[in-house]
């Protein structure tokens, strides 16, 4: 007899079943589904979700990144460079010349290009992981100095398409164009339109123009040498350009020349036999009219442009009115035939307005940035700042009394001396005995530490001298520490274009330390006195006045730098063979008025021009001084226009002349301490 069938799952004890929820019905008599199979069904939605992306994607390059850009005949780039309020500063057009073809150009061209820019290139498709990881690798790691993973389909892609932003939206968008180049386009037409446009410096687009331009031959002929060098360009034309810096770009070439040994483009030994790279300049002339400010921002303006293609519009933070201002205010002085400059710029270091010379058509030597000429007495800024950083205040008192002990002795302008003064009182009469005092208190190097914190990059002198200001700075950084002063942080950088965006990372290295406190208001207190009641006085306006003047040996130049109403501004006048000007002039005489008359029209303040007779260039060293040696003491008299100051021991009498004498009846003015009350200033 048959024994009955038994049903496996009647083998389960039906209490170690998991609850069923009420209503769901009897168990499933299908099998549930394998893992393999709902592996499968979930890689099919995957697949068919990244098919539909990629038709998407498909159609959005085929909108905004048409292929046939890429294709169409090279046409000349051109910078435009915009003012802050929208006018047109100058507009460059580019050296270029007709693309080249990889078949024709020896091997090593091209190798030398791919063995710094991008190794793998005929071997990736667009975008190199490999190289990524590399760049991030080092970049995380290194002291500084920063690798790109880009390869050179996407600089193609970036040059053609794209703008130079940083952003992870442009980067991927870039990454997607050079997949889509790569797939239309072979890797030499990639190659040959990337080289035949990419910029090389000096104003000039692509390999052939490139070519010409540094070695007037053509990229066919080009040798190792050659080849390395152009290729060592791509990483900062405006700044490697060798026509600029030849010692630079044959440091780069060099490494080039390496990473081809590397990458087995070429032997150790061939390598090491190569000789450096020789130039022969073919000039080609710029048919384009520039300014001071154009000139000095361009190069910049072309590292950030990138694309080659088409003409690009480069935002500057140039102000159109206040530029008309101060070209107006240099053409109106009484210079004769001296030169003169001017740089404003807000407290950020954003420069609104600059004059590199009287006439550009005549000389585009640029004064405000390339000359380097002595400050005088406006470096006195930093001997002050070093006095306060050592705890110093401008109540504190230093000898205005010649120097007669070591070998350096200054001298006062015009041989005026004032006995024992404050601080406040020696910085607004630019005392030259108390500078080098300060200077030999405080230290040499710490004076030199606080220029450094302000940004001067300069050599600067380790002597006493330097605290005269006899160390060569360009007017530009002097512009620079005082803007600092104004934004009450340091260091401030001058620059033309509006600043990009900056990672985390970036802005961590580039913070700005700030004043303290006590210290900030006590140099403003100093360039407050020597703007408005000390040798610069010729420049004081209504609204509140910070500043101070410069004046070199033998009068060879005369400045005047400061900042109101929002706006830094330094002004120099000189000659360019260094001769002395004529009439002794000071920095408090026709720059303080040109900085005037630039600056009441900039910050919206309408002031006339002073009369000439009271805009003394030595405002306050021109004060008469007597000191004589009595049993009661050191007794001083001091007679200026104010009026007259005798100086008893460590008590002051002021007779000014502004008001009636007292009558006889009236007891003499009695006895002041030589500390002036709170709030007032002791500058006579």
Known sequence: MAEPMTDPSSTVDPASLPPREFGAGPPSA?????????RLQILGWIIAAGLALLMLMIGWLAVTAPLSRSLRPIAPPSISLMSADSHLIARRGAVIDTPVTIAQLPAHVPQAFMAIEDRRFYSHWGVDPRGVARAAWHNLWSDGSSQGGSTITQQLAKGVFLSSDRTMGRKAREAMIAFWLEAWLTKDQILERYLSNVYFGDNVYGLRAASLHYFNRAPERLTIPQAAMLAGLLKAPSRLAPT???????????????AMVDAGYISQAERNALPPARLNVRETPDATTGTYFADWVL??????????YGEQKIDTTLDWRIQRLAEAAIRRAPLGGAQAALVAMKPDGSVVAMVGGKNYTKSS???????KRQPGSTFKLF???????????PEDMIDDTPITTGSYRPANHGGKYRGRISLRQAFAASSNVAAVRLTQKVGVDNVIKVARDLGVTAPLTEDLSLALGTSEIPLIELAEAYAAVAAGAYPVLAHGLPPEEQGWFEKLMARQRSFGDDELAMIRDLLSSAANRGTGSAAALRTSTFGKTGTTQDSRDAIFVGYAGGLVTAVWIGNDDNSPLPGGAAGGGIPARIWRNFMSGAINETVEDAPVETQDADLVNAIANISVETGIGNVQLGVDEGGMTVNIGPAQIRLPTDQPAPPADVPPPRIAPTQPPEGEDSGP
């Not at 600029?244 to 390496?258: D, P």
């Not at 190069?299 to 080659?308: E, F, K, L």
């Not at 030597?365 to 000359?371: E, I």
């Open 365 to 371: 030597f640029n004064r405000a940035v390339q000359a």
């Open 30 to 38: 299908f099998a549930p589904p394998t893992p393999w199979r709902r």
């Open 299 to 308: 190069p910049q303006a072309r590292d950030r442009a990138g694309a080659v």
């Open 244 to 258: 600029s810096n030849l010692k630079g770009a044959r440091a780069r070439a060099a490494l080039v020349t390496q």
């Open 383 to 393: 001997v002050y700042l070093a006095a306060f950083r050592a705890g110093m205040t």
